[in-house]
Nanobody, 112 residues
Framework: QVQLVESGGGLVQPGGSLRLSCAAS????????VAWYRQAPGKEREPVAV???????NYADSVKGRFTISRDNAKNTVYLQMNSLKPEDTAVYYC??????WGQGTQVTVSS
C-alpha cells in the first residue's frame, strides 16, 4: 500500500511563498504521474500541477508562472513551490499518484 504524506502548508501573507512536499512510502514517483490538487471551501477539488515520470510538467492557468512542480526521485518526494501567493490560493492541497493514491492534504491559507 502506497502512503503519501504532504507537508509545508501554513499561513502566509499575500505575495509570500511556500514550498509543499509530498513524500511517498515507496519508490514509485520515478515511474508515476504525480499531481497536486487543491480544494477550497465550498468548491470542487481541482488540479494545480502535474509532473510525468519523464519530468514533463503542466499547470492550471491560474498558477502558471507562480507555481513550480518538481521531483526528487532519490528522496521519493515531489515538491510544489508556490510564489506570489494570492488569497484565492487558499485551499487544502493534496498530492496524488496516478489519481489512485492520495495524501491527507495540507492547509494553505493566504491572508493578511
Amino acid at each position: 500500500q502506497v502512503q503519501l504524506v504532504e507537508s509545508g502548508g501554513g499561513l502566509v501573507q499575500p505575495g509570500g511563498s511556500l514550498r509543499l512536499s509530498c513524500a511517498a512510502s515507496g519508490n514509485i514517483f520515478s515511474i508515476s504521474l504525480v499531481a497536486w490538487y487543491r480544494q477550497a471551501p465550498g468548491k470542487e477539488r481541482e488540479p494545480v500541477a502535474v509532473i510525468s515520470s519523464g519530468g514533463s510538467t503542466n499547470y492550471a492557468d491560474s498558477v502558471k508562472g507562480r507555481f513550480t512542480i518538481s521531483r526528487d526521485n532519490a528522496k521519493n518526494t515531489v515538491y510544489l513551490q508556490m510564489n506570489s501567493l494570492k488569497p484565492e490560493d487558499t485551499a487544502v492541497y493534496y498530492c496524488t499518484v496516478e489519481g489512485i493514491y492520495w495524501g491527507q492534504g495540507t492547509q494553505v491559507t493566504v491572508s493578511s
